[in-house]
């Protein structure tokens, strides 16, 4: 059982117009740590008819909620952060405990998820429309930004918390109402934030976290007429689904689907600023998350060199439960990202790879697998073509600028990209080079709730985050005055 200082904020209960209800269907989902396997909780499986009323309930509330001047939305948001900071220790242990990645990165996750609810608590108060000088003198022109009404968010199981506020935070901020239903795996923080969204007193029905069948209750978010936008962030094989069941209805859309970074260690590269970048990159959740460094490319002339520090940094890490002190590596998931990714490390050593450091399950728990270093990839391995999301950093090899570009950007996915550099014209070549939404240069860690976060090519469209990320949320209105 979970020691938290404030235990209502583990729930069994879905939330939804300002209620804690159970699910019509009387079947739970069971949630389970994948470190130990130990069941931490159960959610509700609502039906379509319940996820219909809370369309309705969302839609009732968005009508009053948009009404609030912004002033007013944003002050009830500032309460939400500030009750998600107070109790930022209890939220991750929830987290840790369903979703594996360690303390530190957990409380880390809180803090990144509760600045987007800071960040557009004051952004919401300048959704600035424009006045246009009239091409003609008897007209006045006006453009107006509008909340775009109720609004759904499908989320990963990899950020239950940051995935899920910062999608939230911007559509309350402009007006709108928002139905989460976060991923059965991890349902328990997305809970949590609700009993925090409730104590801060934002209105029933606007903030709603609704849990069952994900094509039970996505069926219903994606093809109810009342749902003006949706909010995606997964994979793209499960994002053209939702694409396309949304598109008889023409939503607003946002996919911040799947990626395959590249992270480029040129010859002029402080090689040890590039390992610790890349061991920021390539192993932060275990390497589950979408912006993870997926291939390395190092120069021919610090190959070597890149690859034995690289080895020696990997070789520090420590995995094990994610409550233990000095863990900086839980546990994958579930049983199938481990079976992933030995598959792609089976592919890659059987067409020539080799293992520099890992490779194998650890013996602490099903979903444990050693952070891993391959040299001699090639283009032709799985790993080069599909997304590992695991802690594989596979080497190759390059010897030209225009070489490596081509390498880079030979994948369908455009979401981040990495690279470094101290040659100032070579950083402005390869950043415009690179077809990729996203660029780390000099740095592996490129998210916060201040920049443009979002691919291009199939990893996706529309950004997140940033003064652009309120936008997502509404739409504009020309008000053409006559008769002046
Ligand atoms: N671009 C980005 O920011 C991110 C991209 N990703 C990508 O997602 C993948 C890993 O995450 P993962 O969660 O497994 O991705 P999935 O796409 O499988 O799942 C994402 C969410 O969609 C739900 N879902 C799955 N199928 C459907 C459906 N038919 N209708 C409605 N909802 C559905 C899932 O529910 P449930 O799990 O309960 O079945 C989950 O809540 C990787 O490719 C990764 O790159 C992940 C995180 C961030
Ligand atoms: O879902 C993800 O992988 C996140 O978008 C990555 S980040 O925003 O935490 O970098």
Same mark, same amino acid.
């Given at each position: 059982?979970?020691?938290?200082?404030?235990?209502?904020?583990?729930?069994?209960?879905?939330?939804?117009?300002?209620? @804690?209800?159970?699910g019509?269907?009387?079947?739970?989902?069971?949630?389970?740590?994948?470190?130990?396997?130990?069941?931490?909780?159960?959610?509700?499986?609502? $039906?379509?008819?319940?996820?219909?009323?809370?369309i309705?309930?969302?839609?009732?509330?968005?009508?009053? @909620?948009?009404?609030?001047?912004?002033?007013?939305?944003?002050?009830?948001?500032?309460?939400?952060?500030d009750?998600?900071?107070?109790?930022?220790?209890?939220?991750?242990?929830i987290?840790?405990?369903?979703?594996?990645?360690?303390? #530190?990165?957990?409380k880390?996750?809180v803090?990144y998820a509760?600045?987007f609810?800071?960040?557009?608590?004051?952004?919401?108060?300048?959704?600035?429309?424009?006045v246009?000088?009239?091409?003609t003198?008897?007209?006045?022109?006006?453009?107006?930004?509008?909340?775009?009404?109720?609004?759904a968010a499908?989320?990963? @199981?990899?950020?239950?918390?940051?995935?899920? #506020?910062?999608?939230?935070?911007?559509?309350?901020?402009a007006?709108?109402?928002?139905?989460?239903?976060?991923?059965d795996a991890?349902?328990?923080?997305?809970?949590?934030?609700?009993?925090?969204?409730?104590?801060?007193g934002?209105?029933?029905?606007?903030?709603?976290?609704i849990?069952?069948?994900?094509?039970?209750l996505?069926?219903?978010?994606?093809?109810s007429?009342?749902?003006?936008k949706?909010?995606?962030?997964?994979?793209?094989?499960?994002?053209?689904?939702?694409?396309?069941?949304?598109?008889?209805?023409?939503?607003k859309l $946002?996919?911040?689907?799947?990626?395959?970074?590249?992270?480029?260690?040129?010859?002029?590269?402080?090689?040890?600023?590039?390992?610790?970048?890349?061991?920021?990159?390539?192993y932060? *959740?275990a390497?589950? #998350?979408?912006?993870?460094?997926?291939?390395?490319?190092?120069h021919?002339?610090?190959?070597?060199?890149?690859?034995?520090?690289?080895?020696?940094?990997?070789?520090?890490?420590?995995?094990g439960?994610?409550?233990?002190?000095g863990?900086?590596q839980?546990?994958?998931?579930d *049983?199938?990202?481990?079976?992933?990714?030995?598959e792609h490390?089976?592919?890659a050593?059987?067409?020539?790879?080799?293992t520099?450091?890992?490779?194998?399950?650890?013996p602490?728990g099903? *979903?444990?697998?050693?952070?891993?270093?391959l040299?001699?990839?090639?283009?032709?391995?799985?790993?080069?073509?599909?997304?590992t999301?695991?802690p594989?950093?596979p080497?190759?090899?390059?010897?030209?600028?225009?070489e490596v570009?081509q390498?880079? *950007?030979?994948?369908?996915?455009?979401?981040a990209s990495?690279?470094?550099?101290?040659?100032?014209?070579?950083?402005?070549?390869v950043?415009?080079?690179?077809?990729y939404?996203?660029v780390?240069?000099?740095?592996?860690?490129?998210?916060?709730e201040v920049?443009?976060?979002?691919?291009?090519?199939?990893?996706?469209?529309?950004?997140e985050?940033?003064?652009y990320?309120?936008?997502?949320?509404?739409?504009?209105?020309?008000?053409?005055?006559?008769?002046?």
């Amino acid at each position: 059982m979970l020691s938290l200082a404030k235990p209502d904020l583990l729930r069994n209960q879905a939330y939804a117009n300002g209620q @804690w209800i159970d699910g019509d269907t009387g079947e739970a989902t069971e949630v389970f740590n994948p470190a130990t396997g130990e069941l931490v909780g159960s959610v509700p499986k609502m $039906s379509a008819a319940q996820t219909q009323a809370v369309i309705a309930q969302a839609d009732t509330a968005y009508r009053s @909620w948009k009404k609030l001047t912004a002033k007013e939305r944003c002050a009830l948001l500032r309460k939400w952060f500030d009750l998600i900071t107070a109790n930022a220790d209890d939220i991750a242990k929830i987290m840790t405990a369903e979703q594996g990645k360690p303390l #530190t990165e957990a409380k880390g996750e809180v803090g990144y998820a509760a600045s987007f609810i800071e960040w557009f608590s004051e952004e919401g108060k300048r959704t600035y429309g424009d006045v246009i000088p009239s091409p003609t003198g008897d007209k006045r022109l006006v453009v107006v930004k509008e909340p775009i009404g109720v609004c759904a968010a499908i989320t990963p @199981w990899n950020f239950p918390a940051a995935m899920i #506020t910062r999608k939230a935070a911007p559509a309350l901020a402009a007006g709108c109402s928002m139905i989460v239903r976060p991923a059965d795996a991890t349902p328990l923080t997305a809970l949590a934030l609700a009993v925090l969204a409730d104590e801060a007193g934002i209105p029933a029905g606007v903030f709603n976290v609704i849990t069952g069948k994900s094509r039970v209750l996505g069926g219903e978010l994606t093809t109810s007429p009342v749902i003006k936008k949706l909010s995606f962030t997964g994979s793209t094989e499960v994002g053209r689904v939702l694409m396309e069941q949304c598109s008889p209805t023409l939503k607003k859309l $946002s996919m911040e689907l799947g990626g395959n970074a590249p992270f480029i260690v040129f010859e002029d590269a402080d090689l040890d600023a590039a390992v610790a970048g890349a061991i920021a990159s390539k192993y932060r *959740n275990a390497g589950q #998350t979408c912006v993870c460094t997926n291939r390395l490319y190092v120069h021919d002339k610090v190959y070597d060199a890149f690859a034995e520090k690289l080895a020696k940094a990997v070789g520090q890490l420590k995995v094990g439960n994610g409550t233990e002190e000095g863990v900086t590596q839980g546990p994958l998931i579930d *049983n199938a990202a481990v079976n992933k990714v030995e598959e792609h490390i089976e592919d890659a050593l059987s067409k020539g790879a080799r293992t520099l450091f890992g490779g194998k399950r650890l013996p602490l728990g099903d *979903n444990f697998f050693e952070p891993t270093v391959l040299a001699d990839v090639t283009q032709d391995m799985l790993i080069a073509r599909e997304e590992t999301f695991g802690p594989v950093a596979p080497l190759f090899r390059f010897s030209s600028d225009d070489e490596v570009i081509q390498m880079a *950007n030979d994948t369908e996915f455009g979401l981040a990209s990495y690279f470094y550099s101290k040659d100032i014209s070579r950083v402005w070549r390869v950043a415009e080079a690179l077809e990729y939404g996203m660029v780390g240069i000099n740095t592996g860690i490129i998210s916060n709730e201040v920049a443009p976060f979002g691919g291009v090519k199939q990893s996706g469209f529309g950004r997140e985050g940033s003064h652009y990320g309120i936008d997502e949320y509404m739409s504009l209105k020309y008000l053409c005055m006559g008769e002046i």
